[in-house]
């Protein structure tokens, strides 16, 4: 042990010894060393430590001091890692910055002259690696003038070591530093400043090749690095001087940059890299601080990892360019946990992890990125201030990096590059201070991209990213959750749920490849979100902004390249579900656009876009942070729904395809409308913001360039743009809905189906199977086969041009329109004007609103519009109907259907049970018998309900209440040059309508436009409900004319303000509407086949509801003026002329009060009708036949027959201006009305509107048309009261329908045009007539009036009277004549008899006997008007002979036969008897007249003065003595004779004359005549009276004549008030005729007439001629020529003469007539008789006559000559032809006696009253019986129409026709009986009125008829057979004949005679006087002779009469010699 320490320690004192001597040999050595190399000083201070190391380099001022060095192993310390440790303590280096350039000079020449040297062996390298390390305490380096001469960069670096470690093949250095420190300063004069600090711990380690001395990897370890940069680094030139630098040494790249290929940048540098780069730096945090501002950043990294390896051993990637490849190798870089916080510690950047990766292989390079939780906020107001720090460097370095940029070219890649990248969970916000705040953010990101070259170059990618969320607005930088699924965040601009995105590009290789490029791309887009708004532009507007706007140069030339580009095959697959678009704007809230699903297929000749689910919608308030995205069908309220949606468009042919599913949905509104519109022009701004930012040259530009073309020389035109080819589009969609809101409760909808559009080229063609639009809810409009066309030109409206030779254009375009059906139908009551009002309201505000400010060109200077062209197969128009009223009707016929089924089921009951009595007697219980009645009511009952439950199950309910219906429709409206523009359609309007004064100063107009029409219409029917007769039928219409229309641009004062309400924010609109209406101007010619219209009063109440329906259909005007009524409106729109031509028109006036009646109406034919219509003016031309249609045998009779007829209708409208003035119309808004008197109605329309319209017709027959047919009119009995019926049913008052506040109707009553007429003026004119007038079929009695040439005129006037009382009622129209005037020529009257009775064909008889009545040469009729009392009182006093009628009759011929007579009684009687029963059977039968006895008498309005004249007088002794005298008659003189009974002879003394014996005269004269009625003037009158007994006839005839008729008050007679009435006839120059033989004209049934020469008076005889030689002159008894034609004179004829029986004479008479039928006015007006307490005893006879028809007769003077068959003949015409008394009077006067016992019996009227209304439902019953039988019979002859040898319907024919006659006989009975019982009733009625009873008279026989002859004197010569030899002479002076007819059949005869005389006149006579009176009598107070007969009631069958006879003294008589010859008065 000892030896082995001692050699020990002499080996420690060995190795001792040589380290001190190699101490001293390396000192030396290396001090040397220095010298030599380094030019520098080394000291080292001690020997044996090396201690104070001072290396000094006096060059540059540089030193190095070591405190201490030493050597240690890890034996000492375990610290060591190796075990020889060189040791440093404190190393201190202080070096100058700017002196250092000249440093690196040595070093680079030493190492390049000197590396063989360094050389040595690596085992020995390796040992030294292993045993060798060394380790430094500190260092401290001090760097002087970094930046300037104050700056100071100080480094401290602790505990470091320096490791070597070699295999032998590398040398691996490691160099561990475990803390640096480093400041840079920069000293100022007031304070020292710190740059940068740095602070870290590093580890290095390199490895280097030890043969090839190159670096092979890099190891870099850092720990927790803390850096801070100060301000003053900034602005410091530390940094400025880096890049300078860096410039000086040129590398070796730079040599490769200048080669003629270009390389890939960096690519060198990778080579330069070692193979293996590893850096790793935890725990890193940077600070940049400006303490100026207080301000700072600091960035912190928990990991950063980078590992770069190069493999070049392996086989590197070949041709990776085009001149280099790329060896293997691999690259990853890993960021962790990096924070970037500002000063007040908010996260700027916050990420989790960065991985990113490249690795290069031998067959592609292969690229990744992964990046997770990157979270970044940027605040400009925070980073602006650093960024402007580092400005100046960034400008420097960008502006370089720029310059470089543009130089360099890079290669093509060819190497295939695969790169995949996967970020999530990334946010970036964003905070700019100028504009709102945004954030970035995803959940992740995934991208995948391969870049082949196999044969060609082939590129495909997938890229898909995961909830993609951009949010702006003030809180988007504050980090959210992400946001609940199906809701939509507000605030964020672009979301993403997922995006897929795989695309393929493929590229042949190869100049000469004729395959093209191919692009493949597939997208799938999920959860798509776009929100637009301003704050979302602002952002996006910055961000552009800040990456550099791009010029727009640059933008033309990416165009053209593109343009030069080689051709692409590409294909595209999209697709995106759940999409929704947003628009927010913070006015109007948001819009939303929903689009479930999107799919996109595209490729180079097809692209195809698919859409399903796509909704528009509205928020209109943004309340709520989120908005619900739900599937489209879910939104609540969608402005625009589709379901789905296909476009496709072909390249090749440039065609677009639409396609839309089902379900397509649009909901407007105005409101809606502005949200949309703020919306769009929100984006708009938008879109121009971002077009500004992008590219800002671009408008510069082109205002640029317009100054550029304008300046084009005039001479050059521009060239020709070649044609642009057009799109041909295809459109097609399922279903369509537009809805449209107008108000808030108003909308119209429109819904199509199957709609296709197609545009080819220049043409257009449209097609839907089905269209609809609704109002409010209520389908309106129904099209179906819709088909529209725009087509260039079509052969077709050329062919339609050619009948206007006026047009210019010949070829214009044409649009098209063809529709299968047209239907409108209006709901009951709905108000479609307000609705259509609202939505031209919102159209003229749409106008206004887009097209305001758009400059409109003139429409003269525009184009033509294009013509059109419409076909429509059909055509209805429907107002429905009340369903109310329709269930009411059906529930009635329901109703009356039932009851009779009802009725037959109890009839079958009654049967059974009958049947069961029978068989069961009386055990059948009575209980089970009413069980089976109450079953039965019980069933009816159910059976009731039943079918009203099932009335609507087979058949439809009706609906309609007005049809109008069209078919085969074509409208042509052609346009042309020569009628375009506003000049040209002023001058047409002045054209069309020249009677309307024109303004001088023109007219503005808004809307004028003018076409020509062509219509034609196959079928034209309107029907009112389902009635069966079609209000309007028109068959085959064709029209054609010229139409314009204008509207007049109205004042300011003319136009009204329509409120829209727009909501918030916009509020209330006013749209200004003009008032003036559209006017119409036309001239217009059609041609109709046939047309029809049928009308009638039961049709007014449901016209009524039309004409409501018809009112809501136009708005009424906002003038507050009265509103016009049509007619004066029409006046007002349509102006011109319209012609038509109508083969056949009829007219159709219903008659009666059911509207399903098809069977009674009138007919109004026209055939060959042509009308004209022109302003106030309506031309009817064409044969008019009137027929009159009724169920019955007199059915299709024609009663007025015009052939030729031209009917004019003048219309003169009563205004306070000119009527025709319509432009001077001005209407008034109601805030713009002119102030108005007090009480006054403001009427814009005062000037124009009609008062009142005077109407005048003119119908002229008068025209040659070379047609042999007559006017004719054919009247039946029937006819007549079948009009009369229909007078009534026309003239009845209509009631109000649905008028008052139960219906909302509260409008006034429109006046009615019949109310309007002020007067009415009508005139005839014919060349001849034919007038038919028969009683019946059955009695074949009739009357013919033929009339040659006749003009007729009336004027009526109306007046309105108002009624009284404080209800409002209709005004009362009162018509009045005016005025009548007739003019007839050359008339005959026949009468016409069959002896046959009614045939069985119900025609007449073809051998009618027709007897000639009357005839005349002229009649004159004049009627004056009716007047008020003072009116006729001022003018009848200067007018005595004023009457209502005045007819003048010329040459008037009658013949009154017995055949006459029977035809006319007969006629009358009928006529009568209608009368009676249509009396009977009215309601006014039993009303009784209501007489107040202390009432005074009054007269009627119409009343005369007691002082008026009374008629002309007569040459009779005037009547003086009082009205109860004059009634005396032979039962006073009788009673008188009876006193005198003493007296032998017999005076017949009185105090009066004779004349006041003539009750006729008396009645006459009075004076209470309250009308004049009539006044007929005859002048050359005859008659011809032929007897039933004898042979021959008497001619009477009157050169004047005169016949008046007066009506008289009613009055009281006896206990009877009666109405009377006076005639009076005055003849002059009356002459009496008679044959003296029968003739052959009597046989042949001509008649015999005087002719005129003969009637006249005072006629100058010409003694030239022998005929007037022949006649006896006017003398009695002399012969006179007759003639049977009046047109022809006698002399060409066979003259045959009649003797003159009386001569010239004159003659009066008087008729009075009483009759029970009273004017109820009139009676009411009546005071009733006095009733005396003590009646004195009356005369017994005057008290039985009361008041008497009467007939009295005057002749004055009349000298007769008679022979004996003339005598006879007279006496045959008096008793048989005047004096014919009724044979039935005594039946009936029998009955009424008993009638009135049976009624004072039963005094109760209630009882009287049932009795008769019980007779009278019998007689209705029969007349409905009658009536029912004739329908009948009306019927089975329509049937045998069709089969006339149907033996069935002619027996059923007969056996009705036996049921009519006895009906007709029962009818007649009853009708009578009932005639009798009212009017005993009435007289019953008024006795108890007036509290009088029945006073039975003593006899029951009363005067029935008086009549009475006088004649003043009479001179009777009686002649032979031939009339000239004289026989004997009477003459008679005051001759008075009485008889009084009573009402039991008995008469009382009077004669009274004041003188008389008969001379004998045969020749050789001895006694010519034969009788006188004894002595002469005084005239007027004695009788020469009485007689008075009375005739008693038959007895026994045997007369009895009565004869008293009183005689005068009679004188001395004498005899002839032939004493039988001598005629005897007995």
């Known amino acids: 042990m000892p030896l082995f320490f001692s050699a020990l320690l002499a080996l420690l004192l060995v190795t001792l010894s040589a380290l001190f001597l190699g101490r001293w040999l390396v000192v030396r050595l290396a001090t040397k060393w220095c010298q030599r190399k380094l030019q520098a000083e080394l000291k080292i201070g001690s020997f044996f430590w090396i201690q104070n190391v001072s290396l000094k380099f006096q060059q540059h001022q540089q030193t190095v001091e070591i405190d201490s060095l030493w050597i240690s192993s890890k034996l000492l310390s375990h610290d060591l890692p190796h075990y020889v440790a060189l040791c440093f303590g404190e190393v201190r280096i202080r070096t100058d910055l700017q002196k250092v350039s000249g440093l690196f000079a040595p070093f680079s020449q030493s190492t390049g002259v000197h590396q063989k040297e360094l050389s040595f062996s690596p085992s020995l390298l390796k040992i030294f690696c292993q045993l060798f390390s060394i380790h430094v305490d500190s260092i401290n380096i001090m760097v002087l003038k970094v930046a300037t001469s104050e700056s100071l960069w100080h480094i401290q670096i602790r505990d470091s070591s320096f490791l070597l470690d070699s295999d032998g093949k590398r040398l691996k250095c490691e160099v561990s530093l475990s803390q640096i420190n480093s400041k840079v300063l920069k000293s100022g004069q007031l304070e020292n400043t710190c740059l940068a600090e740095l602070s870290l711990t590093l580890k290095l380690c390199l490895e280097v090749g030890i043969r090839s001395r190159q670096l092979k990897a890099i190891t870099v370890d850092v720990w927790t690095l803390h850096a801070e ?155 602006s201030h650093w960024l402007h720090m580092l400005a100046l460097e960034t400008q420097e370095s960008s502006s370089s990096v720029i310059k470089q940029m543009k130089k360099r070219t890079f290669p093509q890649i060819l190497a295939p590059i695969i790169f995949s990248t996967s970020i999530s969970n990334v946010n970036v916000s964003i905070q700019l201070g100028d504009t709102p705040p945004f954030a970035l953010g995803f959940n992740s990101i995934s991208l995948d991209y391969q870049h082949l ?274 799109l041909n589009l295809t459109l097609e969609v399922s279903t369509a809905k537009l809805t449209a809101f107008v108000a808030e409760d108003r909308f119209i909808t429109l819904a199509a189906e199957s709609v296709s559009l197609s545009r080819h080229g220049g043409s257009l063609q449209a097609y839907c199977p089905e ?255 389902d009635y069966p007769r079609y209000l309007f039928e028109i068959r085959d219409w064709r029209l054609m004319g010229r139409l314009v229309g204008t509207e007049q641009s109205g004042q300011p004062c003319s136009r009204r303000r329509q409120i829209l309400h727009l909501g918030l924010p916009w509020g209330n609109v006013a749209v200004e509407r003009n008032m003036p209406p559209l006017k119409f101007y036309h001239d217009f010619h059609s041609e109709i086949f046939q047309y029809t219209v049928v009308w009638g009063p039961c049709w007014d109440p449901a016209w009524t509801l039309i004409g409501q329906s018809v009112d809501l259909l136009t708005k009424p005007s906002a003038d507050p003026s009265p509103p016009l009524p049509w007619w004066d409106k029409s006046r007002l729109l349509f102006h011109g002329d319209w012609h038509m031509d109508i083969e056949q028109a009829n007219l159709h006036q219903l008659a009666t009060e059911d509207p399903y009646n098809t069977t009674e109406n009138m007919h109004w034919e026209w055939n060959q009708l042509s009308f004209h219509w022109k302003p106030g003016q309506f031309v009817f031309k064409g044969d008019l036949d009137v027929n009159v249609r009724t169920a019955s045998k007199y059915d299709d009779c024609c009663f007025l027959h015009l052939p030729d007829l031209c009917m004019t209708l003048d219309l003169q409208w009563l205004c306070h201006g000119n009527p025709h003035d319509h432009h001077g119309v001005t209407l008034r808004a109601p805030e713009f009305l002119p102030e108005v008197p007090l009480g006054q109605l403001h009427d814009s329309y005062r000037a124009f509107r009609s008062e009142n319209l005077n109407l005048s017709i003119k119908m002229d027959l008068t025209r040659h048309s070379g047609t042999i047919s007559q006017p004719r009119i054919l009247l039946y009995s029937s006819t007549l009261r079948w009009m009369q019926n229909f007078w009534a049913t026309w003239t009845s008052v209509t009631r109000p329908i649905c008028r008052g506040k139960l219906f909302n109707n509260l409008k006034p009553s429109k006046k009615k045009l019949g109310q309007h007429y002020k007067q009415l003026s009508y005139t005839a004119l014919f060349p001849q007539l034919q007038v038919h007038y028969w009683a019946s079929f059955a009695q074949q009695r009739g009357i013919q009036i033929e009339c040659s040439q006749g003009h007729v005129f009336t004027r009526g006037t109306q007046r309105l009277i108002p009624q009284a009382g404080t209800v409002m009622r209709r005004l009362i129209s009162d018509w009045s004549v005016t005025q009548m005037v007739s003019d007839l020529s050359q008339v005959t009257v026949y009468l016409m008899a069959s002896p046959t009775e009614e045939n069985a064909d119900h025609c007449l008889d073809p051998l009618v006997t027709k007897t000639h009545l009357l005839s005349l040469s002229s009649l004159t009729y004049q009627r004056h008007s009716n007047r008020t009392a003072e009116e006729e009182l001022s003018t009848r006093v200067g007018d005595p002979a004023f009457h209502t009628h005045q007819l003048h009759l010329v040459d008037l011929r009658a013949s009154w036969t017995t055949t006459n007579r029977d035809i006319a009684f007969g006629l009358y009687d009928g006529y009568k008897k209608a009368a009676v029963l249509k009396r009977n059977l009215s309601t006014e039968a039993l009303k009784g007249l209501k007489i107040d006895p202390q009432m005074p008498a009054k007269k009627p309005k119409q009343s005369v003065p007691t002082s008026a004249p009374a008629p002309p007088p007569v040459n009779t002794p005037s009547f003086s003595g009082q009205p109860d005298k004059a009634s005396s008659g032979g039962a006073y003189m009788l009673q008188k004779l009876i006193e005198e009974t003493d007296r032998f002879v017999v005076f017949t003394e009185e105090e009066s004359g004779v004349s006041d014996q003539l009750c006729g005269i008396a009645a006459c004269q009075t004076d209470d005549i309250y009308n004049r009625n009539c006044l007929i003037e005859l002048v050359n009158c005859q008659m011809v009276l032929r007897g039933a007994e004898t042979e021959g006839c008497v001619i009477v005839s009157a050169a004047k004549a005169q016949l008046l008729q007066c009506q008289h008050h009613p009055a009281w007679y006896g206990d009877t008030l009666k109405q009377k009435t006076s005639w009076t006839c005055l003849l002059d120059g009356m002459q009496y005729f008679a044959t003296t033989e029968s003739s052959p004209t009597e046989q042949d049934g001509r008649q015999l007439w005087l002719e005129v020469k003969n009637i006249e008076e005072h006629r100058q005889r010409s003694l030239d001629s022998v005929q007037e030689l022949m006649e006896s002159g006017q003398a009695v008894g002399g012969m006179v020529t007759t003639t049977t034609d009046w047109n022809q004179p006698a002399e060409a004829q066979q003259a045959q003469q009649v003797q003159r029986i009386i001569s010239r004479c004159s003659c009066r008479m008087y008729y009075i ?74 039946e009936h006067s029998e009955k009424k006696q008993r009638v009135r016992f049976q009624l004072e019996i039963s005094s109760n009227p209630e009882e009287q009253r049932s009795s008769i209304l019980h007779l009278q439902e019998a007689v209705r019953q029969h007349v409905a019986q009658i009536r029912q039988l004739e329908k009948q019979m009306y019927s089975i002859m329509k049937s045998l129409q069709d089969d006339s040898k149907n033996e069935n319907l002619l027996d059923l024919n007969q056996k009705l026709q036996l049921q009519l006659n006895q009906e007709k006989a029962n009818l007649q009975l009853e009708s009578e009986e009932l005639n009798i019982l009212i009017r005993c009733f009435k007289d019953f009625q008024l006795q108890q009125a007036n509290k009088m009873e029945l006073r039975k008279q003593q006899e029951d026989v009363s005067v029935v008829r008086r009549t009475e002859f006088y004649f003043a004197q009479a001179r009777w010569r009686l002649t032979e057979e031939d009339g000239q030899l004289g026989i004997a002479e009477l003459e008679l002076q005051r001759f008075l004949y009485s008889k009084v007819n009573k009402s039991d059949d008995t008469a009382e005869h009077l004669l009274e005679l004041g003188w008389f005389t008969m001379n004998n006149l045969l020749p050789n006579a001895v006694y010519k006087v034969v009788l006188r009176p004894q002595s002469s009598c005084q005239s007027g107070r004695q009788l020469a002779l009485r007689l008075f007969s009375k005739v008693r009631p038959p007895v026994g069958g045997i007369s009895v009469k009565e004869h008293f006879e009183p005689f005068s003294s009679l004188g001395k008589c004498g005899a002839s010699h032939h004493p039988a010859d001598t005629p005897v008065l007995s």
């Not at 897929?500 to 395959?515: E, V």
């Not at 819009?591 to 097809?606: Q, Y």
């Not at 058949?955 to 506003?982: I, K, N, Q």
């Open 229 to 383: 940069l100060h301000e003053g680094l900034f602005h410091s030139q530390l940094l400025r001087q880096g890049p300078g630098l860096a410039s000086k040494p040129v590398p070796c790249s730079e040599v490769i940059e200048n080669l003629a290929e270009p390389t890939l940048p960096g690519l060198y540098l990778l080579q330069q890299l070692p193979n293996q780069i590893k850096v790793k730096m935890e725990i890193t945090s940077v600070v940049l601080s400006m303490n100026s501002q207080k301000r700072h950043l600091n960035w912190t990294l928990k990991l950063l990892h980078f590992l770069y390896h190069r493999d070049e051993d392996q086989l590197p990637l070949r041709s990776f360019t085009a001149n280099s490849d790329m060896a293997q190798m691999s690259t990853e870089l890993l960021l962790k946990d990096g924070l970037l916080l500002s000063q007040s510690r908010q996260r700027i950047v916050c990420l989790n992890s960065l991985k990113a990766s490249v690795q290069v292989t031998t067959i592609d390079l292969a690229a990744s990125l992964v990046l997770n939780t990157c979270i970044i906020h940027y605040r400009h107001l925070e980073f």
């Open 453 to 726: 070259r196999p044969q060609s170059i082939h590129q495909r990618g997938v890229l898909t990213v995961d909830h993609l969320c951009w949010r702006v607005g003030s809180d988007s930088h504050i980090q959210r959750a992400p946001h609940p699924p199906n809701m939509h965040v507000w605030g964020e601009a672009l979301v993403l749920d997922s995006f897929t995105l795989q695309g393929s590009y493929n590229q042949p290789l190869g100049l000469s490849s004729t395959q093209s490029d191919t692009l493949f791309l597939d997208c799938t887009i999920r959860g798509l979100q776009v929100e637009v708004s301003d704050t979302c532009a602002q952002c996006l507007s910055r961000i552009l902004s800040l990456m550099g706007p791009q010029s727009g140069k640059s933008a033309v030339s990416r165009e053209s390249s593109f343009g030069e580009s080689v051709s692409l095959l590409w294909k595209v697959d999209l697709k995106v579900e759940d999409m929704n678009l947003f628009t927010l704007s913070a006015l109007v809230g948001a819009s939303e656009i929903r689009l479930d699903t999107l799919t996109v297929l595209g490729s180079a000749e097809t692209s195809t876009l698919g859409v399903q689910g796509l909704v528009l919608a509205l928020v209109k308030s943004v309340t709520e942070k989120m908005q619900p995205c739900c599937k489209a069908p879910d939104i609540p309220t969608p402005v625009l729904s589709l379901s789905m949606l296909s476009i496709t468009y072909h390249s090749s042919i440039r065609s677009l395809e639409v396609q839309c599913g089902a379900g397509l949905t649009l909901l407007w509104s105005p409101p809606g409308h502005m949200y949309l519109y703020q919306h769009i022009l929100a984006t708009l701004q938008c879109r121009d913001l971002l077009r500004a930012t992008l590219f800002p040259e671009t408008v510069p530009l082109v205002a640029l360039e317009t100054p550029e073309t304008a300046c084009e020389p005039e001479g050059c035109p521009p060239e020709p743009s070649p044609p642009k080819r057009l």
């Open 1713 to 1786: 007539s009483y009759s029970h039928d009273i004017d109820p006015e009139l009676a009411t007006q009546i005071k009733p008789p006095e009733v005396h307490e003590n009646q004195e005893k009356e005369d017994l006879l005057k008290k039985q006559e009361g008041a008497v028809d009467t007939f009295t007769l005057i002749h004055h003077e009349l000298e007769i000559s008679t022979n004996p068959a003339q005598y006879a003949m007279i006496l045959d015409i008096v008793n048989n032809l005047l004096l014919h008394v009724e044979p039935k009077r005594k």
């Open 771 to 1025: 269209l609809a639009a609704g109002f409010d809810g209520n389908s309106i409009f129904n099209f179906k086969e819709v088909e529209v066309q725009l087509l260039p030109e079509l052969e077709e409206m050329i062919l339609h041009r050619n009948p206007f030779p006026v047009l210019q254009t010949l070829r214009n375009r044409v649009w098209l329109l063809s529709l299968g059906s047209v239907s409108v139908e209006f709901p009951y009551q709905y108000d479609f004007s307000r609705t259509l009002d609202e939505a031209v309201g919102v159209q003229k505000w749409l106008k206004g609103l887009h097209g305001g400010t758009r400059s409109q060109a003139s429409p003269s200077s525009a184009h033509l519009p294009p013509d059109l062209l419409l076909k429509v197969q059909h055509f209805s128009w429907v107002f429905l109907d009340d369903i109310f009223e329709v269930k009411l009707r059906d529930n009635y016929e329901l109703m009356k259907d039932e009851s009779k089924e009802s009725a037959k089921r109890l009839q079958l009951l009654d049967a059974k049970v009958a049947a069961l009595r029978k068989q069961h007697g009386e055990l059948l219980p009575a209980r089970k018998i009413e069980e089976l009645y109450a079953s039965l009511e019980h069933k009816n009952i159910e059976i009731y309900i039943q079918r009203s439950r099932r009335l609507y199950g087979n058949t439809p309910m009706r609906r309609a209440l007005l049809t109008w219906s069209l078919a085969g429709l074509e409208l042509v409206a052609l346009a042309d040059a020569s009628f375009h523009g506003p000049e040209r359609v002023v001058e047409q309007v002045r054209e069309l309508d020249p009677g309307s004064p024109f303004p001088a100063e023109g007219v503005d107009l808004v809307i004028q436009w003018c076409r020509m029409l062509k219509c034609s219409v196959k079928t034209f029917l309107v029907r009112i409900r």
